[in-house]
């Protein structure tokens, strides 16, 4: 095995999959990348038995092979040479010799055949879907998974496919966000998996925001996601995904909207106010003003207003303004919209005409808390 490479594509290759490699294993192997040198291509593959990776660059191929490479140690040398070629040869006993000017280094490997396979996708339902829909269904949900292994099928999104319609949400049983978009897929098929956030975390690193299209391959144990010259694929969570739309408010008042940059920043001020995550700010709707106000012991009192077009009776109700944050970043448009119900049952927050510029529609559900643990 023996082939020319830039160091640059070199270190964006392994860039793109070096995430996927644990950092201590009881298997030596999965600590390696896979190289594979073929057709002026450098096919480079990453696993940690539950999710794998696969990308490819092109190379100048002299003997075309396989071998394995340990991952960190290499990544790191890619990123300290200098040059901007590399030869790299193998030989028969997996020692791989790296030439970059007049730098010559050798690193022990292991044998291709050891390495496990990435799983065979024959017979999988597949969905055809533009790589920046497929992103920012994932960008607009992934946030609000659940980080708590006790809640298993909370810790990755759901994805329901049907009709030609494919859903994401992402929960951790506190705030909710969904959105949805159409896709190209059998319209006489459906689907329904739970992927786990970290795949997610590399599906949404891979994927570009063009036009250019992502193919979805679904299995009923497993995912796969083509976009370009990566490949991912994750084995899928088990357990039951809850009814999400039973929290979901069927009806609510008038939405109020209100200016999303002014709203954050209000809020990264308040919160400053609050002592962990789990302390609340008061939302006080007046005709034509917000309030917000918070007011803890150890740390003091802040109040900020806004103005707003609402014109109905006062009304109070506490939201955590960490999770009301992370809604309002992952919006896009100038204003948002909130309706609710009252100050005990889910919040419904939207992303203002969010259809303008997407075809991708978001919905957030947002979980008050008590009032008495704000100021009034």
């Known amino acids: 095995m023996k082939f020319i490479i830039s160091r640059q594509e070199l270190c964006d290759l392994t860039n793109r999959i070096q995430n996927i490699?644990?950092?201590?294993?009881?298997?030596?192997?999965?600590?390696?990348?896979?190289?594979?040198?073929?057709?002026?291509?450098l096919i480079l593959t990453?696993?940690?038995?539950?999710?794998?990776?696969?990308c490819s660059g092109s190379a100048k191929v002299f003997e075309p092979g396989a071998t394995t490479i340990p991952a960190r140690r290499f990544a790191n040398l890619l990123r300290e040479l200098t040059a901007s070629h590399l030869e790299i040869s193998v030989s028969d006993?997996?020692?791989?010799?790296i030439t970059a000017d007049s730098s010559t280094f050798r690193l022990h490997g292991m044998p291709k055949g050891e390495y496990p396979a990435l799983p065979d996708l024959s017979g999988a339902f597949q969905i055809r879907i533009k790589q920046r829909e497929l992103k920012e269904l994932f960008y607009r949900t992934a946030f609000a998974v659940s980080k708590?292994?006790?809640?298993?099928?909370?810790t990755g999104v759901n994805v329901q496919v049907s009709q030609g319609s494919i859903l994401f949400t992402g929960t951790d049983g506190k705030r909710l966000a969904r959105a949805h978009c159409l896709a190209s897929a059998d319209l006489q098929l459906s689907a329904e998996c739970i992927i786990p956030l970290k795949a997610v975390d590399e599906i949404v690193k891979s994927l570009t925001n063009d036009d250019d299209e992502a193919i979805l391959s679904i299995l009923p144990d497993k995912i796969a996601v083509e976009a370009g010259d990566i490949f991912i694929v994750t084995k899928l969570l088990t357990g039951d995904y809850p009814n999400v739309d039973e929290v979901?408010?069927?009806?609510?008042?008038?939405?109020?909207?209100?200016?999303?940059?002014?709203?954050?920043?209000?809020l990264r001020q308040i919160s400053l106010f609050t002592v962990d995550a789990n302390h609340s700010v008061r939302f006080t709707f007046m005709p034509g003003e917000l309030h917000l106000s918070v007011n803890t012991m150890d740390i003091g009192e802040g109040k900020v207003s806004m103005p707003m077009n609402y014109q109905g009776d006062r009304f109070d109700i506490a939201f955590n303004p960490h999770f009301f944050l992370d809604i309002l970043r992952h919006s896009k448009q100038e204003t948002i919209?909130?309706?609710f119900s009252d100050a005990y049952n889910p919040t419904i927050i939207s992303d203002g005409d969010a259809t303008t510029n997407s075809h991708v529609t978001p919905l957030f559900v947002l979980m008050p808390m008590r009032l008495n643990e704000a100021v009034s």
Not at 46 to 54: E, I, M, Q, S, Y
Not at 148 to 154: C, H, T, V
């Open 93 to 97: 006993r997996d020692i791989a010799t």
């Open 248 to 266: 979901i408010p069927k009806q609510t008042n008038t939405p109020v909207p209100l200016h999303r940059d002014e709203l954050m920043s209000l």
């Open 46 to 54: 990453a696993t940690d038995l539950t999710v794998g990776v696969r």
């Open 148 to 154: 708590e292994d006790n809640r298993y099928a909370l």
């Open 21 to 41: 490699i644990a950092l201590k294993t009881p298997i030596p192997i999965l600590s390696n990348f896979l190289l594979v040198a073929i057709d002026n291509r």
């Open 337 to 339: 919209s909130i309706g």
